[in-house]
């Protein structure tokens, strides 16, 4: 059944007699399931070369874990399978393999198992986390707060852990953990980052029906992007439409025969998009040509019976050299394209999915679909101690080129499984700004120093009423032979303007360095403070300003897209830009599909 929101609070107490106790029968299917994927990593790591296991063996402590693992007939320290298990969580390459993430899930599974059967009293907690659970969402889903949302995701995730009321979770989800992020990308920008024309000249050099034929044939078109309605994934069709014309001459015994040729080229690459990457089928490709007989030379007799001959053959010699010229062209569209495919999987693979997958963090849903001017993108991104958007997004005002739709869930939520438990030097930060603006930060990496993101919501933002407010949660702060090993927030709130040419960011007051549940700063603590301080002064600037968003690499000819939509409120920033229009006239250019 579908569950309203308003029907959360009587849906839980409702299940408070349904407690799922846990017995000894159930721990043991567990550890023989986290015996079983223990198995098969060591399998994994015997074949794996000597170098690369012995890394990866280091990283997540094996060693311990065998030693834990050792004796049958006692259960393992819970508290340091729970350390070990965090370890096969690290962005390290290789931890994304089936045999790692097996042996996480099966440490995460067994220990919240066996914990819950040696739980003193297991049905005072689960029914006072019910309890807890039924005032949160009445008042959620009156006014929807971060704090509540909060802690909802935290009780949730409880209950997932120890697998109780699986149809209230699945509820409460359903109602107030939706799709966070909404992107969509115009086939017309799509296409800018492409280019027009294409303009090649080859040799000619084959045999047709006997006859040697060699010259010089130029290819001239446009490569165009054509996108196909599809729900299941994002379908791009990569049309290249011209015409090849060619100088040859065909030799044959004494018989020398100079010709002209124009052949129509209709070339298709079909794409698709999903959450696995880039995927592409062999390109198709039609031709058509058409001949025209030059001079022929040859002694007058011979000459004669050539031109007969000629004539008879050339409906037939056309057809072939039109086979010939779709299966090169198909070729050609291909390996030129196998680039394409190769570095956007790389990127994908490396940048986004990869470190998600070992980090335990990749989306809930990522959908890619396509309509016929627009590529739109989907995502939920919640662990499972969190919710998503607890309601849809504002809609957009008109059809722009780049619209972005992010919920300030999404920040929290990604920067936990991203930066969670991370330390960033200063050094790793300011490249990773430059990465994002295109720009290193000025001040911010002019000495040493270092922050240990909080393993929880370690960055985190609030929209509200054309007001974003910005969060950094660390617990541990370093510069030079100095630290401090305690939670520090720092925080920037910004006022939010849309001007007729341009975007603006005010600072509202100065940055704020707090300590949480510390009322008193101790001299080291001071002096930290007006450290942090004056470095992220120069991260949140007192005023932010933006006259257009300039797209990197081969989009970046086309200018500043201009921004026509911003709304920020009620949890949500939208945003909507529109390319500048075209000049009157381009220059031609080689196309290139890489």
């Given at each position: 059944p579908t569950w309203r929101a308003e029907q959360l609070p009587e849906m839980a107490r409702a299940a408070k007699p349904h407690l799922v106790l846990v017995t000894e029968s159930d721990v043991k299917r567990e550890r023989a399931r986290l015996d079983a994927a223990v198995d098969k990593l060591r399998q994994l790591l015997s074949e794996a070369k000597q170098e690369q296991a012995a890394s990866w063996k280091e990283a997540v402590k094996w060693a311990q874990l065998e030693s834990e693992l050792a004796a049958a007939d006692a259960q393992p320290d819970l508290k340091t399978l729970l350390v070990i298990e965090e370890l096969y969580r690290q962005d390290l390459a290789g931890l994304e393999q089936d045999e790692f993430v097996?042996?996480?899930?099966?440490?995460?599974?067994?220990?919240?198992?066996?914990?819950?059967?040696?739980?003193?009293?297991?049905?005072?907690?689960?029914?006072?986390?019910?309890?807890?659970?039924?005032?949160?969402?009445?008042?959620?889903?009156?006014?929807?707060?971060?704090?509540?949302?909060?802690?909802?995701?935290?009780?949730?995730?409880?209950?997932?852990?120890?697998?109780?009321?699986?149809?209230?979770?699945?509820?409460?989800?359903?109602?107030?953990?939706?799709?966070?992020?909404?992107?969509?990308?115009?086939?017309?920008?799509?296409?800018a980052g492409?280019?027009?024309?294409?303009?090649?000249?080859?040799?000619?050099?084959?045999?047709?029906?006997?006859?040697?034929?060699?010259?010089?044939?130029?290819?001239?078109g446009a490569v165009t992007l054509d996108l196909v309605p599809s729900q299941d994934n994002a379908a791009i069709n990569i049309l290249l439409d011209g015409s090849t014309v060619s100088n040859s001459v065909g030799y044959n015994g004494p018989v020398r025969v100079f010709s002209r040729g124009v052949t129509s080229v209709n070339a298709v690459k079909r794409l698709q998009l999903d959450e696995t990457g880039l995927s592409d089928r062999r390109a198709t490709a039609r031709c058509s040509t058409r001949t025209r007989i030059g001079r022929v030379e040859a002694g007058h007799l011979v000459r004669h019976i050539a031109m007969k001959r000629i004539q008879k053959t050339k409906p037939q010699a056309e057809a072939i050299a039109s086979r010939r010229a779709a299966g090169r062209i198909a070729g050609s569209v291909d390996d030129r394209s196998a680039d394409l495919v190769q570095d956007a999987n790389a990127s994908f693979s490396d940048k986004f999915r990869l470190p998600l997958v070992r980090r335990g963090g990749f989306p809930e849903l990522l959908q890619f679909r396509t309509t016929d001017d627009a590529l739109q993108v989907t995502?939920?991104?919640a662990g499972r101690d969190q919710l998503a958007a607890p309601n849809a997004p504002p809609a957009l005002t008109g059809k722009f080129d780049l619209a972005v739709r992010m919920h300030e869930s999404l920040v929290g939520n990604m920067s936990q499984a991203v930066l969670?438990?991370?330390?960033?030097?200063?050094?790793?930060?300011?490249?990773?700004?430059?990465?994002?603006?295109?720009?290193?930060?000025?001040?911010?990496?002019?000495?040493?120093?270092?922050?240990?993101?909080?393993?929880?919501?370690?960055?985190?933002?609030?929209?509200?009423?054309?007001?974003?407010?910005?969060?950094?949660?660390?617990?541990?702060?370093?510069?030079?032979?100095?630290?401090?090993?305690?939670?520090?927030?720092?925080?920037?709130?910004?006022?939010?303007?849309?001007?007729?040419?341009?975007?603006?960011?005010?600072?509202?007051?100065?940055?704020?360095?707090?300590?949480?549940?510390?009322?008193?700063?101790?001299?080291?603590?001071?002096?930290?403070?007006?450290?942090?301080?004056?470095?992220?002064?120069?991260?949140?600037?007192?005023?932010?300003?933006?006259?257009?968003?300039?797209?990197?690499?081969?989009?970046?000819?086309?200018?500043?897209?201009?921004?026509?939509?911003?709304?920020?409120?009620?949890g949500w920033l939208a945003l909507g830009w529109l390319k500048p229009p075209a000049p009157a006239a381009t220059e031609t250019r080689v196309a290139s599909m890489q």
């Open positions: 097996a042996v996480r899930q099966a440490l995460d599974k067994y220990v919240c198992t066996a914990l819950f059967a040696s739980s003193a009293e297991p049905k005072k907690a689960y029914e006072g986390f019910l309890d807890e659970l039924a005032e949160r969402f009445s008042s959620y889903a009156q006014n929807p707060q971060t704090e509540d949302a909060i802690f909802i995701g935290k009780r949730l995730g409880w209950l997932d852990r120890f697998g109780q009321a699986r149809e209230l979770v699945a509820a409460a989800r359903s109602s107030h953990s939706r799709p966070n992020l909404f992107l969509e990308v115009s086939e017309a920008l799509m296409q492409i280019d027009q024309t294409v303009d090649e000249t080859a040799a000619v050099n084959e045999v047709i029906l006997g006859t040697r034929i060699r010259g010089s044939a130029r290819l001239t995502m939920l991104q969670g438990g991370v330390t960033l030097t200063d050094v790793r930060l300011v490249e990773l700004i430059k990465e994002l603006t295109g720009k290193p930060p000025e001040g911010l990496g002019d000495e040493p120093w270092s922050i240990t993101f909080q393993s929880e919501l370690p960055i985190e933002a609030r929209f509200t009423a054309r007001t974003a407010k910005i969060t950094i949660r660390g617990k541990r702060f370093a510069r030079e032979e100095q630290e401090i090993r305690r939670p520090v927030e720092i925080s920037a709130v910004y006022a939010i303007e849309k001007l007729p040419d341009r975007a603006r960011l005010v600072r509202q007051g100065d940055v704020q360095i707090d300590f949480p549940g510390r009322q008193t700063l101790s001299t080291s603590d001071i002096a930290m403070k007006s450290f942090m301080k004056k470095k992220f002064e120069t991260l949140f600037k007192p005023e932010i300003v933006s006259e257009g968003l300039v797209l990197p690499k081969r989009w970046a000819s086309i200018g500043k897209l201009k921004l026509e939509q911003l709304v920020c409120d009620k």
